[in-house]
């Protein structure tokens, strides 16, 4: 058996910081975005399973090639394949949340990955599917990263355009899946 290449990153589980946002690990840009997405238990059940399936980045049009088909799982390596760009970008899942709620709180459902060598940024990006007390169902969308080296400052425009882009179309991916499970 081969070694596994190690995370491009030290910070891991650094996307479920409280302060994430206000204080990023160093060099690093963070976001936080949030959309509601839909209403009811059927609703959070199946944006949930399809996002544990890589539905949100296959909703948005990237091709994902996990090393085992299925749900994913801790520790799980990944290859997108996102259009417009010429390389493979690698990750691996390095937490997974399933938070019943409490008396009166919110269930939370989702997983984050993190980069490998060969994808041009380092860092982390997290998924949590929200199901509020008031039935509501939220995604979460929270991130750090930097380019993983000087080639990729030079385009830094670029990628941040990209990361745009496809962080919006991420926010809508599972909206139809909400939609549809609740009707």
């Known amino acids: 058996?081969?070694?596994?290449?190690?995370?491009?990153?030290?910070?891991?589980?650094?996307?479920?910081?409280?302060?994430?946002?206000?204080?990023p690990p160093p060099g690093c840009r963070a976001v936080e975005r949030r959309v509601r997405i839909g209403e009811g238990e059927a609703a959070w059940r199946a944006a949930a399973e399809e996002a544990l399936r890589w539905g949100i980045q296959r909703r948005s049009?990237?091709?994902?090639?996990?090393?085992?088909?299925g749900a994913?799982?801790?520790?799980?390596?990944?290859?997108?394949?996102?259009?417009?760009?010429?390389?493979?970008?690698?990750?691996?899942?390095?937490?997974?949340?399933?938070?019943?709620?409490?008396?009166?709180?919110?269930?939370?459902?989702?997983?984050?990955y993190g980069t490998l060598p060969g994808h041009p940024e380092r860092g982390e990006e997290v998924f949590l599917l929200e199901h509020e007390p008031d039935g509501s169902v939220w995604l979460r969308?929270?991130?750090?990263?930097?380019?993983?080296?000087?080639?990729?400052?030079?385009?830094?425009?670029?990628v941040l355009l990209m990361q745009r882009i496809y962080t919006d179309r991420y926010l809508r991916s599972l909206t139809g899946v909400a939609r549809a499970a609740a009707s």
């Open 1 to 23: 058996m081969q070694p596994r290449e190690p995370l491009t990153y030290p910070e891991v589980g650094g996307t479920l910081r409280a302060d994430l946002v206000d204080r």
């Open 61 to 69: 049009g990237i091709r994902v090639a996990p090393a085992r088909p």
């Open 72 to 112: 994913l799982e801790l520790g799980d390596d990944v290859v997108m394949r996102v259009p417009l760009w010429p390389r493979d970008v690698p990750c691996r899942v390095v937490l997974t949340v399933d938070e019943e709620p409490g008396p009166g709180g919110t269930a939370v459902r989702g997983f984050a």
């Open 141 to 158: 969308i929270r991130a750090f990263s930097r380019p993983a080296s000087w080639i990729f400052r030079l385009g830094y425009p670029a």
